[in-house]
């Protein structure tokens, strides 16, 4: 699998995961929506490194 394959999975799964952690956040609990959505970074990070190591 290329890289940019890899790149564009990770950062699907940090827009969904994003999606979802702010609508847990504005609709249940403050908590766990900031959980959620700094899990999904966790993702965005691992990406950006990728991105950087070329």
Avoid: P
């Amino acid at each position: 699998m290329n890289k940019l394959k890899i790149r564009n999975f990770l950062n699907l799964i940090f827009m969904i995961g994003a999606v979802i952690g702010v609508a847990i956040y504005l609709f249940a609990d403050e908590f766990s929506g900031t959980i959620v959505v700094l899990s999904a970074m966790s993702f965005k990070i691992v990406e950006c490194s990728l991105r950087l190591i070329r």
